[in-house]
């Protein structure tokens, strides 16, 4: 079964510091692959996607993502962490139409 | 961008009662809309697939009689939380799909506490 596992329940940072976010897949051939983010109490807003291409893909907000096919992996990082950025991010997997699996989820806190 | 409105945001109810969650696209018609559950300090579980004019699509283990979803034109869905009780308290997300996926949007969600 497809699954996405975020290994940190969360992680603080101090503001301008740089930024990774885990995120490990479980699926049989590549998948689509999605990081959101989800400030309290509200819905989810995405930050960016891979489908196929270039590996490394950019978002919004200054993040981006890598995809290694060989490490079933799709990690988020952002070069300076700004207090706005902390929430919760979300990988999540489209193994086919329609259908995203999320990840549980990770709490970014940012130190000032 | 397109904008995804859930209605109402907040909701506290009665155990025994009825609630009623509505999902509205905005600037766009959705096709599909999902409805999502979400457990404090848990992932987001998809609970059914909303076609518009068809039956919803419940995923395992998601009683369709408890969550009624209504489809009924290409702008809006809507979740009905029949006889809720204690156990439904949650925070039920909606989104709304018009073909790619980067034009999958989210509501704002709406917590519900069940007394």
């Known amino acids: 079964a497809q699954s996405v596992t975020q290994p940190d329940i969360h992680i603080t940072v101090s503001e301008g510091a740089s930024l990774e976010l885990r995120c490990n897949y479980s699926y049989g051939a590549t998948p689509y692959l999605f990081w959101y983010v989800q400030s309290p109490g509200q819905g989810l807003q995405l930050l960016l996607k891979y489908f196929s291409g270039d590996t490394l893909v950019q978002g919004i907000k200054g993040f981006e993502a890598e995809f290694k096919r060989s490490q079933s992996s799709f990690n988020l990082r952002k070069p300076s962490v700004h207090w706005s950025d902390a929430a919760e991010y979300f990988c999540?997997?489209?193994?086919?139409?329609?259908?995203?699996?999320f990840g549980s989820g990770t709490r970014l806190l940012v130190r000032p | 961008g397109a904008v995804v409105s859930q209605h109402p945001s907040r909701v506290i109810c009665k155990s025994g009662t009825s609630v009623k969650i509505e999902c509205r696209s905005l600037d766009f018609q959705a096709t599909t809309m999902f409805w999502y559950r979400q457990f404090p300090k848990k992932s987001l579980m998809l609970m059914a697939t909303s076609n518009e004019g068809s039956k919803a699509t419940y995923e395992q283990g998601v009683e369709k009689d408890k969550f009624l979803i209504n489809h009924a034109s290409l702008t809006l869905s809507t979740l009905t939380v029949t006889s809720a009780h204690p156990e439904d308290s949650s925070f039920y997300i909606c989104?709304?799909?018009?073909?790619?996926?980067?034009?999958?949007?989210f509501g704002s969600g709406t917590q519900l506490s069940v007394l």
């Open positions: 989104s709304a799909q018009q073909e790619e996926y980067e034009k999958l949007f």
């Open positions: 999540a997997v489209a193994p086919g139409p329609y259908k995203l699996i």
